[in-house]
């Protein structure tokens, strides 16, 4: 269907890799990355891309850091593993409180797990466990927004505002109560973007009063949008409107910051940009270890975890939480982000790219939206900007950005949730690192396959 020069993975070959798994009516290449560094990956057929999405938002600090490499292994031939309930060790003594420091009063304690999926578990596991443990056992329903993304544990599946997913979900898993998020280029009707944020703070409050404030256990949100929403950054004022309701019904507020967190927005914490409206709980991941090795984190108050500790303790465990060499790369991730002042690059190079795609809106007509904060950068294609119409599911807009950026040395991640029913966007999320010639490159090359694919677009609309 698309005209593509690049080598599709196809023959049945022991093991497989991922791709095996996939469905086979994908119809967008997955070269075959041989090397990475700084924003660039280089295939088998020596083609080289720009990572204009950090992977999944993963590869803040850039591909290729010997110094992490190295620190990771120096770990490795110290002291590889030692299993957290037999026995402590330095680097996660470290990076915890490391973490801890950055993160700032209210998260003075840190549980370490292997990514972002377990983060997300644990973070419920705990608040539940609390709850038990502090006589309020009713606490059992989880509310969380539709659209949204928390992960593909089975659980956290249950927790995603994601339609699709409902028939996987039936009689096997109990999902989470909806509420709407706070979108701000696709409101309904009758409502500008600070009253349609009103409007979804409201349905919070009721849907917490409707089931019970004594049954409802957390309201979970990413407070800067990812995969799910395009990075969607509701106003500031829904922020003091969902704490003080968590607050006044004993509901515990909880920030999914696996993508948005990190610096990625310009602040260390996503959270760090509304001081007044702090949640309970934080997890991060993806840019923890930012690719050199698979972590996550649950940021939690002291006043919290050292209470549960003195009741019956958090005793949930996998075998790689606090993994030595993990923390030994997140300790040297920290490192790099000190010394490439990572997180103020994040606001001053985000701005240059915002910038240069609201020039590129003036030429290219489908663009719709360019929304988000710091690095963490979405755009939105559609194909009325006038009405917002997205573009019809047939017309394989998802699969087409990511072609046409391949032609043109571009790796782009672009996302619909819910069968496009909230429209079709790709991130615009480099590596914090990149540096200002290469954003002028990242920039031209999307121009370019911008261009081509509007014309594209335009050809196809004439059929
Ligand atoms: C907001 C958010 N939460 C949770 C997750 C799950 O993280 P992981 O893929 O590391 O399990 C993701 C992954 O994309 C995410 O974007």
Request: with cysteine; charged share 20%; glycine share 10%.
């Amino acid at each position: 269907m698309f005209n593509s020069p690049l080598p599709q993975d196809s023959g049945p070959q022991a093991g497989g890799g991922q791709t095996a798994f996939y469905a086979r009516s994908n119809k967008v290449p997955l070269p075959l990355i041989e090397k990475a560094s700084g924003i660039y990956f280089w295939d088998s057929e020596g083609n080289r891309y720009i990572d204009v999405s950090s992977g999944p938002v993963v590869s803040n600090i850039g591909h290729g850091n010997s110094t992490v490499a190295e620190r990771m292994a120096e770990q490795a031939k110290t002291m590889e593993y030692a299993f957290p309930r037999l026995a402590r060790n330095h680097p996660n003594i470290e990076y915890s409180g490391r973490l801890a420091e950055l993160a700032g009063p209210g998260f003075e304690r840190v549980h370490l797990t292997s990514g972002g999926s377990e983060a997300m578990e644990n973070a419920i596991k705990f608040l539940r466990q609390y709850a038990i443990a502090t006589g309020k056992s009713s606490k059992t329903r989880i509310i969380t927004c539709e659209p949204s993304y928390h992960g593909a544990t089975i659980a956290t599946l249950a927790m995603n505002g994601e339609i699709l997913m409902q028939p996987f979900l039936d009689g096997f898993a109990e999902p989470s109560v909806k509420v709407p998020a706070p979108l701000n280029y696709r409101t309904p009707a009758g409502y500008d973007a600070a009253g349609y944020a009103l409007h979804c703070a409201k349905c919070l409050d009721s849907t917490i009063q409707k089931l019970g404030k004594e049954n409802v256990l957390a309201f979970v949100i990413e407070p800067i949008g990812g995969l799910s929403t395009g990075c969607v950054v509701p106003p500031g004022e829904y922020f003091s409107h969902i704490r003080e309701i968590c607050t006044r019904h004993d509901v515990h507020l909880v920030f999914d910051e696996i993508l948005c967190g990190m610096g990625r927005t310009g602040r260390f914490l996503a959270a760090h940009h509304w001081p007044e409206a702090m949640p309970d709980i934080i997890t991060l991941a993806k840019g923890l270890a930012s690719g050199y090795s698979p972590l996550g984190a649950v940021l939690a108050p002291a006043v919290m975890v050292d209470k549960l500790a003195d009741l019956s303790g958090f005793e949930f465990q996998y075998s790689y939480n606090a993994n030595p060499v993990s923390c030994a790369a997140g300790l040297a991730v920290l490192e790099e982000y000190e010394n490439r002042d990572l997180v103020n690059r994040a606001d001053s190079s985000g701005k240059k790219i915002l910038a240069g795609l609201k020039r590129l809106k003036t030429s290219i007509s489908i663009i719709g939206d360019i929304r988000g904060m710091g690095m963490l950068l979405a755009v939105e294609l559609v194909a009325d900007p006038k009405t917002k119409q997205s573009f019809p599911n047939e017309f394989c807009l998802t699969d087409k950005i990511r072609i046409y950026g391949l032609n043109h040395g571009l790796m782009i991640y672009s996302r619909q949730t819910s069968g496009g029913k909230y429209g079709h966007w790709f991130l615009v999320s480099p590596p914090l690192t990149i540096s200002d010639e290469e954003i002028d490159e990242l920039l031209e090359g999307l121009g370019s396959a911008l261009s081509e694919l509007q014309a594209n677009c335009l050809e196809s609309g004439r059929r």
